[in-house]
Each structure stands twice: as C-alpha cells, then as structure tokens.
C-alpha cells in the first residue's frame, strides 16, 4: 500500500497527466501493491487452541483425562462435550466480530475509470496505483485518495467518512477522499494513494487495532470466579488424596472419588450456563429491533457509564431542514423560499437545496412555482459561490433570481451600509448557533442590480427522540458525551436541543489535553468534542477506558468504526453503514434511539441473572466441596457416593439454565461484577450450608441410621437444599419472597429436579432407598434451613456490604 506526495494548497491549474504506460503500472505495483486493505487473519488452528488453554480449560480436560486414566468413559464424553460446547460458542462469536474488517474491505469501489497507455478504460478499483489518472462523475464512488486537476469541480460526500452534515465542494488542487460519494459534477483526478494508506484505510486499521486491543470484564469476571472456585476445589482435593493415602485407602478408590468431587466443584458449566443466560436476552432485545452480534457486549452494556454519541445520523436525522427565513426589504417568507426554488433544481438532490422545495411544499407554492419558466439556469460553482437562474413570467415579465454564500451575494447587490451590516449580523447570528445560511437576491426587470432579499438558515436536526432518550438514559445514571466531525458551533446548538450540556470542546483541546496533566478531568467534564476525526474518537473511546469507565459509543458511518469496535459496548444505529455494523456489537434496525434504553434495562436484568448464578454456584461449591472434605477428613465418612455427585452435578447445572428466563430487577446506575459481593454472599450461603449437613449427618449417626441410609439423605438434602439456594440468591439483599418473583419458565426446571432428586432417594435409584416419610422430614428440614438461610444473607448484605435503598432500584421491566 502507498501514496505519493499531494498538496492540498494548491487550487491553479495543472496540465492534465497523459496516463501511465502499463510499465509504469507494473513498476508502482511492485513498490505500492494493490487498492485493497490487507488483514492478517489468524489460522483457524491458533484460534481454536487459544480457547483450550487457560484454566477452567485446563481443569476440564485435567478431569476427562483422569476419567479415561480410570476407564470412566461416560465421564469423559459428558466432560468433552461441555468443554467442545463452551469453544464453539466463543468461536462462533469471535468470527461475527472478525467480519467488521472483511465489511470494511468490501465497501472499496469496485470499478475506476482510468487512463492507462493512452486509452480510458474501466478496471477493478484493487488495479490503481499512486499516479493514475482517473474520471469522476455524478454517483460515483471516489476509488482511492486523489487530487484534482484540469479545473475541474466536484461536490462530494463524505459523511460517512469525517462526520460532516453537508457534502464539500472540491476545486482543482484539493484532495478528495476514497469512498466518498461524487454528487455533482465531473473531473479528472490524479490518485495519491491507494489501499491502507488512504485515509479510508487508516480507518480500517484503527478497527484492526480496536479488535486486537478488546478486552471483556465479563470474560474477566468468569475467569477470576473459576479460578476461585479451582483453587478451593484443587486444596480440598489434594488434602482429601494425601488424607487417604495416609489411611492407605485404595488407590483407585482415591482417584474415582477425587475424579468426580473435581467434576463436580470445577465451573465446567459456568461459560456455558453465563452465555446460554446471554443469548436468551439477544433474543429478547431482537424483538425490540435491537442484534447482538457479541454476546459479552450484552455484560458490557450493563455497566456502561459514559456513552459516546456520534452527532451526525445518530442524534440527527442527517437531513438538512429549512429554519426560519430572515427576510429583507418588505420580502415575505413564501416570496424568499419562492425566489430560492427558482433558482435552484430539484432533479440535483443537491441536500442543500431538497430542504427549500420541502418548505415549498409545506407553504403551498407548489403551484404558484409552475407558472414561472426558467429561461437559463446557472449551476453552483466554487468561485462564484452562487446559482443564478433567469425566469420569465406566466402572463410576460422576466426577473433573474439568485443563492449562495451570503458575502458573495452582498457584494453584487446594492445595499446600505445599514443594510448590509444588518444583514452580516444576522449570518453572524446563524453561524454562532450552528446553522448553514444561504443568501438569496433577486434583480427585476427594469432594475439595475440584485436586491438582498432572505436568509436561509438550514440545519440537520435532532432525530425527533433523541431528547427523551438522552434523559432516560441520564435517568439510568449514564453520562453522555457527543463526538461530531462537525463544528463547535453546530454541536453547542445541537446539544442545546437534546438536552445535553453545551460544554462542547474542539478536538485541538483534546489533543492539547493528551499531553497535560488535566487531560483525564477534561475528558470527564466535558459534553463532548466537536471537529474530530476517526483516530480522535478512536483516542477518546481509549482513553475513558483508561480512565476505568466501560464506554459505550454509538455511531453509524464508515469514521466512526473504529471507536465502535474499541468501545465496550458499540451500538450502530438505524441506516448505518455495513463498516460500522460489523464493527459493533449491538445494531439498532429500527430509527431512534429509544431502543438503547430498552437494550441497557435487559442488560442489566441479565446481569442480575448472571450475578444470581455466579453467587449460587459458588456457594453450592464451597457447601460441597468442604463439606466433603471435612466428613472424610475429620469423620473418615464418605457421606455421598461417587455415583451421587454425578447425579447432584447433573441436577444442579443442566436445569439451571433456565435462569435466563427468570424475572430480575433493574438497577439504577450502572453495574460492574463485583467480586466482593460474590465471594462474601457465596462464601457465608457456603459455610451455613456445610453447618446444615452436619448438622444433619450428626442426628442420623445419633439416630443409628446406616451409612448407606445416610448417605441417600445426605443426597437429597444436598439436592433440594442446593437448588434453593438459587431462590436465595437471586433476590440479592432482599428476602426471596420480594419481588421480582421467580418467572415460571424458571420455577418449573428449578422445583422439578428436585423432585427428581427426591424419587431418586425414594425409591433407591442408584442409592439406597429411604421411603417418603423420611423424604417429607428432609424436605422440612430443608426448607426450615433455607429461611435461615435467607435471613443470614439479609444480614451478610446488611453489616458486610453497602445496600441500595428501595426508592433506588427500579422496578422490573417484566
């Protein structure tokens, strides 16, 4: 990829280059390659490995290994078949987020009219090289960076490239940009760069860059969880191993035993459990016309506090809208907005021009426009500054009517001093709240010269509920910051209308910033940054993530990828470009905003169900696994079969699953996975667990109940204790029957595989058989310790860790 040198100063004319030779051709190609942006994709069999290494993988394949070494071949299958199921989820999401560059690249133009050895002819966009000339017309795809030449002229688009509302006008000199859009005129160019180093490529590279630097606080979180869970369940294993040795127990027995209480105590079903959870709310927020193309992004979502919103297309409707008309001279608003249509062409869609026929139409001119006839017409140009038509009368008479730049306009017309200042403060007055003005004067027959008559003001306005948005989300405790390509004074007037603070700062004060001591206080202080560029939002998207925020960034054209797949949390809205949906993780289909609302509330109920079962699951482990060791340690009692903790491993993962349809509630501040909550709330739901099965264990050895009796009792009050603990936890600091209550989609998986448990115990299923009415007293016995239970993490909640008030927590959304 390569470029040579360009002057974008220069606005003389240069003679027109004949073309290369297909030597030259060949030559360039071998110093600059092809127009084509290069990835490095890593190989399949890197990426599948990296997900079979780290330590919950290790302990997974640790485990199938142990149970081949002692012939437990169903073990080993169900063992290979969650670890397969957790690399395949994780594969498969990876590979949506690597499409962001694969959509980046095949946005390139795909042909260029060119002139090669003398001849014009069209070829693949990927076949330029710096220094080929090359024809542009009205529609086309500019192919790569080039400058124009030969005094020629162009209006281009290029929105979804630097954020502008409005197209530029481009003179013979100027640089114009690949992958913008020529929407008036025709010139020949000269490419001076193509591929990765054109500034569409440079935007390509910051997206590979964002996707190499991404990070999850949910991957984080699974992985600082497990790895508790491995060094607990590793200590208690290694002690009970080293125990039986001592006590010269069979070495085989030993291994079957540590083999499944590992099973067992490990997380092996805690990614799958977490993003099962996940995806049932993509689901769920795909009916809101809301998809999730990275299921972590969905955690991320939920503690998003600072959400970075691209003015142009996302906030705005990226539609040029008529204002009011300043009017001069006894001129009415219908007779300045009459003057303007007829001096301008509604077949050019030129965006300037489209909001004037609109207002046309909303003041009924339509027809009274009929009765003139446009003798000559002018077409804008970038030196004259103006369009200029002369129109004749229905019933004879002709007037010559005239828009542009407003001081071009004054200086042909014969105004007052007084006149002419009114009329500059007036422009001033627009500039200064963001509107685009355009000047208006007409010269009648029998008058000398022009007369100024209107002032068009136009803007791109606010999409018609982004205010609403912006307060429910500020009401979530979200900060807002816009980042707009556009001017200061544009993004001041916008923010005003959204609601949103007017501390808006140039991207200059930002870079200023970056090397000052005050750069992280003015990053948070202010409302956002207007006049930037991709690798600026790039920055300002990083650097709050330094600052230890979770960014979300909204956006929706080819600049604003970059920061999508840095962000935390990137969200494309309605009519984004295919670059910047694939570079998010969440793409609105429908307009607005209000989706991202929606989308942050099942977001944080889906972080309430992941923090439920991250607190169940690690106290079901700690209540096991010491438990276990404590009885065979102390006791020298097995009080559970290996057999049995398959059976209690199966009946507490496989069903629980269902709590990604359980009711939860909505925080009102964003969330983070606090471990400390988890450890604290698991660890004491834990030890107050190990308490009620000795508690237990003792009265039936008191009882003169035989070890095979005790151990099919300590099974089912393992069981239908273990599963309880899940109503426990789900509720948080309050007790478990405040609302939200248990969804039935939840309740009914939950509650039947306890009863199985029980049949289990009952009827001696793979145990020894204990009849119902000893089945009925541990059920109450369960149940007395579960109310405890809930009492004592109410209390844990309440000296231990800070609580939220009830006027805090909204209420839930289902």
Not at 606 to 624: D, K, N, P
Request: hydrophobic share 50%; with cysteine; charged share 20%.
């Amino acid at each position: 990829m390569g470029n040579i040198e360009s002057s974008t100063d220069q606005t003389t004319e240069s003679p027109v280059p004949p073309g290369l030779e297909s030597q030259e051709v060949e030559a360039l190609r071998a110093q600059f390659g092809y127009n084509e942006i290069q990835e490095r994709e890593e190989s399949l069999f890197r990426r599948i490995i990296r997900r079979l290494w780290g330590p919950i993988p290790w302990m997974i394949e640790i485990a199938a290994i142990l149970s081949a070494v002692v012939q437990k071949w169903e073990d080993m299958s169900i063992i290979l078949v969650l670890l397969c199921f957790n690399v395949f989820i994780d594969f498969h999401q990876e590979s949506k987020a690597l499409s962001a560059l694969k959509a980046i690249k095949a946005k390139l133009a795909k042909k260029a009219l060119v002139l090669r050895d003398g001849q014009w002819e069209d070829i693949d966009a990927r076949e330029l090289v710096p220094g080929d000339l090359i024809r542009l017309r009205l529609g086309n795809m500019v192919p790569a960076d080039a400058q124009l030449i030969d005094g020629g002229t162009l209006q281009i688009d290029q929105s979804a490239l630097t954020g502008e509302s409005l197209p530029v006008n481009k003179a013979s000199g100027d640089v114009i940009y690949g992958n913008s859009i020529v929407r008036k005129g025709e010139a020949e160019a000269l490419v001076t760069a193509i591929g990765s180093s054109t500034y569409f490529g440079k935007t390509a590279s910051l997206v590979a860059e964002a996707g190499r630097q991404e990070r999850s606080h949910f991957q984080k979180a699974v992985i600082r969880i497990g790895n508790f869970l491995i060094v607990l369940a590793g200590t208690m294993v290694f002690l009970i191993v080293v125990v039986s040795l001592i006590r010269h127990d069979p070495m085989l027995e030993i291994l079957q035993f540590s083999l499944v209480l590992t099973i067992a105590s490990i997380p092996v079903a805690l990614p799958a459990v977490l993003s099962v959870t996940m995806a049932v709310g993509a689901l769920h927020l795909a009916k809101h016309q809301a998809v999730v193309s990275r299921l972590v992004s969905i955690e991320e979502l939920a503690g998003v506090d600072v959400l970075c919103c691209d003015k142009t297309g996302t906030l705005t409707k990226n539609e040029m809208t008529l204002g009011t008309v300043a009017c001069f001279g006894g001129v009415s608003e219908q007779d300045a907005v009459l003057y303007a249509a007829l001096a301008s062409r509604q077949e050019d869609s030129d965006p300037l021009e489209l909001p004037i026929f609109e207002a046309l139409d909303q003041l009924g001119l339509r027809e009274l426009l009929g009765r003139y006839a446009v003798r000559s017409f002018t077409p804008f140009d970038p030196i004259g500054k103006r369009t200029e038509a002369t129109v004749e009368f229905q019933g004879g008479g002709q007037m010559v009517v005239s828009k542009g730049a407003p001081q071009a306009l004054l200086a042909m017309c014969d105004e007052s001093d007084a006149d002419r200042k009114m009329i500059q403060d007036q422009v001033q007055r627009f500039a200064s709240t963001g509107y685009r003005t355009l000047g208006v004067m007409v010269q009648r027959e029998g008058e000398s010269k022009f007369r100024f008559v209107a002032l068009l003001p136009l803007f791109d306005p606010p999409r018609d509920d982004s205010a609403s948005t912006i307060a429910d989300l500020q009401h979530l405790g979200i900060d807002l910051k816009m980042i707009t390509g556009d001017n200061i004074a544009i993004a001041k007037q916008i923010a005003k209308m959204v609601g949103l603070r007017e501390d808006i700062r140039s991207a200059e004060e930002f870079t200023d910033g970056m090397s000052s001591d005050n750069n992280d206080e003015i990053l948070v202080k202010s409302a956002g940054f207007a006049q930037v560029f991709p690798e600026h939002k790039f920055d300002i998207v990083k650097r709050l993530q330094h600052s230890g925020h979770i960014v979300g960034m909204t956006g929706d054209g080819v600049n604003d990828a970059p920061a999508l797949r840095q962000a935390d949390a990137g969200i494309a809205v309605s009519g984004a470009t295919d670059a910047a949906r694939a570079a998010a993780d969440l793409v609105l289909l429908a307009p607005g905003l209000g989706v991202i609302a929606e989308a942050i509330r099942e977001a944080r109920q889906i972080f309430g169900r992941m923090m439920s079962y991250a607190i169940f699951r690690l106290a079901e482990t700690t209540r096991v696994i010491l438990f276990m060791t404590l009885a065979i340690v102390v006791f020298n009692f097995y009080p559970v079969t290996a057999i049995m903790i398959i059976i209690l491993a199966l009946l507490n993962d496989i069903p629980i699953m269902a709590i990604a349809y359980d009711n939860a509630r909505i925080e009102p501040q964003p969330v983070r996975w606090n471990m400390r909550e988890v450890l604290t709330i698991g660890g004491v739901l834990g030890i107050a667990g190990v308490i009620a099965s000795f508690t237990l264990f003792f009265v039936l050895q008191k009882m003169g109940f035989e070890h095979a009796l005790i151990q099919s009792m300590i099974f089912l009050k393992l069981s239908v204790a273990g599963h309880s603990t899940i109503y426990v936890a789900r509720t948080r600091e309050k007790h478990f029957w405040q609302r939200p209550l248990p969804s039935l989609k939840f309740f009914v998986p939950a509650f039947g595989t306890q009863l199985i448990g029980s049949v289990f115990a009952c009827f001696g299923i793979f145990m020894e058989s204990i009849g119902w009415k000893m089945t009925i007293y541990i059920w109450i016995y369960a149940a007395i310790w579960f109310i405890f239970n809930d009492y004592i993490k109410v209390w844990a909640y309440r000296i231990l860790l800070p609580v939220p008030s009830d006027d805090q927590i909204l209420p839930e959304s289902r």
